[in-house]
Antibody
């Protein structure tokens, strides 16, 4: 059973950099999966931030791309998120998640099957 | 980005009711549509993938349908543990996008 666990500061100052790590257990980060970050502002919906493959390839949400860096540490079986120049609008619960591929009826797609419990990051002075 | 729009934003229903939630994509996404359930303080849980395939372990009262731009999630007989917020998500193109959510409340 794959488990993901987010960790990092719960409070970040405006204009600072948000840094979180997601530790993966029960499976290898070098498997054929992409690893994602998703966030949820209080009382609002889900927003995909970006993803990384164990090779280091990344994809980012265009609306956040200029401020986001996702990296992987295969030796520690974990991946990380950095979000720079944060404002109050970046206050959210941040989740890490595994993206799994599937093939059904001749087409192949993706879904998020394993999620961390989430960690609240508040941007405030 | 592909925009996903859910309706209604919230609904009230009773145990045993049949509930239908709609998700519309801003362009055709074939059947690359997933549904998640989220309870307060918890991470989302995958219910349906590929528009109509039930994730392992999910009760059969949940079903999904649709293709192209219009999709539905149906709960055939609402149970107490089903009161939650439901999200659709497209996997047609990176960047993956979610609907704004539909909150199912107790009537």
């Amino acid at each position: 059973q794959v488990q993901l666990q987010e960790s990092g500061p719960g409070l970040v100052k405006p204009s600072g950099t948000l840094s979180l790590t997601c530790a993966v257990s029960g499976g290898s980060i070098s498997s054929s999966n992409w690893w994602s970050w998703v966030r949820q502002p209080p009382g609002k919906g889900l927003e995909w931030i970006g993803e990384i493959y164990h090779s280091g390839s990344t994809n980012y949400n265009p609306s956040l791309k200029s401020r986001v860096t996702i990296s992987v540490d295969k030796s520690k079986n974990q991946f990380s998120l950095k979000l720079s120049s944060v404002t109050a609008a970046d206050t959210a619960v941040y989740y890490c998640a595994r993206k799994e591929g599937y093939c059904s009826g001749g087409s192949c797609g993706y879904y998020f099957d394993y999620w961390g419990q989430g960690t609240l990051v508040t941007v405030s002075s | 980005d592909i925009q996903m729009t859910q309706s209604p934003s919230s609904l009230s229903a009773s145990v045993g009711d049949r509930v239908t939630i709609t998700c519309r994509a801003s362009q055709s996404i074939s059947n690359y549509l997933n549904w998640y359930q989220q309870k307060p303080g918890k991470a989302p849980k995958l219910l349906i993938y590929a528009a109509s395939s039930l994730q392992s372990g999910v009760p059969s009262r949940f079903s999904g349908s649709g293709s192209g731009t219009d999709f539905t999630l149906t709960i055939s007989s609402l149970q107490p543990e089903d009161f939650a917020t439901y999200y659709c998500q497209q996997s047609y193109s990176t960047s993956w996008t979610f609907g704004q959510g539909t909150k199912v409340e107790i009537k």
